[in-house]
């Protein structure tokens, strides 16, 4: 457990843990049942940003502040995703055109756009919640956007025909690690917002399987492209139901 939480550490976040810990296909995917509690740990991180930043700067400043500790700590590896897959959404007509452009490492217009308005939206959405319930946001929101992560591997095929990062979670991420990823993600999201946390954690998972089966229909199944901007894009649907909620 340990080391499966150690890889899914290392490799969802800019944390070092060690040069030597064994990371195969297999193991790699094992970690996603893990993936949740490193949420946890990001959650932590930008609490800790988030108390800081509040006791010496406006609380929309300490806001911002947050989002861009998100950003760093994660080493924009789930903004990278929504970039490529709106580029390739935007520029593709059949499934290998959208593929194509999906790997380029270039940058579109419509992924600038959809960058911008993601992270504009988290920004506003956190100052919108209220300060007695900016803790527990901090901490539930990049769990289930992990957690979104761990469904589309566990529940759909990988696109491509070739190789990629991804097609190891696809491949050997099954039940178990969806089951796992799922008990932690309900116990931590139930646990601090109780009846809530039901409804939140049902919306979260609804709509990470509509994505799912939307990019199934679209070009045979998901990529490690597809599995960031769904990250990203529960990020802000977590924040926007909170403010729902409660603003």
């Known amino acids: 457990m340990i080391r499966g ?15 030597d810990i064994e990371m195969t ?11 949740p509690l490193v949420g946890l740990v990001v959650g932590l991180i930008l609490a800790g940003v988030w108390y800081a930043a509040d006791t010496v700067l406006p609380s929309s400043v300490a806001d911002v502040m947050v989002i861009i500790t998100l950003v760093v700590v994660a080493g924009s590896l789930h903004l990278d995703g929504l970039a490529d897959t709106v ?20 940058i579109g ?7 911008i308005l993601a992270i504009l939206l988290k920004v506003i959405a956190l100052i919108e919640v209220p300060v007695d319930m900016k803790y527990r946001t901090l901490l539930v929101m990049p769990v289930l956007g992990r957690w979104s992560t761990v469904q589309l591997a566990s529940c759909f095929r990988y696109a491509r025909s070739g190789h990629g990062v991804a097609q190891a979670f696809t491949q050997f991420a ?3 690690e969806f089951l796992v990823s799922s008990l932690i993600t309900a116990t931590i999201v139930i646990g ?3 009846w809530h946390g039901v ?22 199944g998901v990529t490690g492209d597809i599995m960031g901007a769904a990250c990203e894009l529960v990020e ?6 909170l403010c729902a909620l409660f603003a």
């Open 5 to 19: 939480f150690l890889r899914a550490l290392q490799f969802l976040t800019i944390i070092r843990v060690s040069k």
């Open 25 to 35: 296909e297999k193991q790699l995917a094992g970690s996603m049942a893990y993936f």
């Open 87 to 106: 580029d390739g959404l935007a520029g593709g007509k059949d499934p290998e055109r959208i593929l194509s452009i999906m790997r380029d490492s270039q």
């Open 109 to 115: 217009s419509f992924a600038v756009v959809a960058l």
């Open 174 to 176: 099954g039940k178990q």
């Open 192 to 194: 601090f917002f109780l």
């Open 199 to 220: 409804l939140i954690v049902a919306i979260i998972g609804g709509f990470t399987m509509l994505f799912g089966l939307f990019f199934k229909r679209r070009i045979g």
């Open 236 to 241: 802000v649907i977590t924040l926007l139901l």
